[in-house]
């Protein structure tokens, strides 16, 4: 629905910027001279008229495992046998492998998120093939450091927004989980007594 929308907001743009030409066309060399005369340049697009930027990469796109017929899955069984190359077990064993990263199944890789209640798939980069992705693996990108959300998003195929959504729920979710100032002097309290008795 929202392609839908995109649709038609770019062809009301580029019908009102038609419209804007043929009348610009229409006024001639009169509207110039007199443009001119004033100082005055008509603006080339109607403020009133937002111009959204485009987005550059396609979409992640989401296959549910449950809308997926027994034949699709046998085939996809067949295409991708299991490996029995053993895994990094821990980071310093993940940081030592060779990027990117191949082993597109790990959480922490970028390739793909899968849901563990639903188990459905997203890609987050369906244009691209994992050995193609500039930053492969979460773990990597967090060791660099601190870097813009507009860095994040195109890290992660997500707008600039919806990082900054992620990242107030999760510091929620921490604020919520840790103990307030006045739970740990009690606790400090209750220790502290404990050990005098």
Known sequence: MSDDNDQDEDLLTEELDGDQAEGESELGEESDSEDAATGDEAPEVSRKIRR?????????????????????????????????????TSRAECREEMRPCPWVACKHHLYLDINPETGSIKINFPDLEPWELKHTCALDVAERG????????????????????????????????????????????????????
């Open 52 to 88: 959204r930027r485009r987005r550059t990469r396609p979409r992640s796109k989401t296959i549910a495992m449950k809308r997926l017929t027994r034949e699709e899955l046998r085939v996809g069984a067949l295409m991708y046998p299991p490996v029995d190359i053993p895994r990094p």
């Open 146 to 197: 601190g870097i813009t959300l507009e860095e994040v998003g195109e890290i992660m195929n997500l707008t600039r927004e919806r990082i900054r959504q992620v990242e107030v729920r999760g510091l929620l979710k921490l604020k919520m989980g840790s103990p307030s100032p006045d739970e740990l002097g009690a606790e400090l309290l209750a220790a502290k007594e404990a050990n005098e008795n």
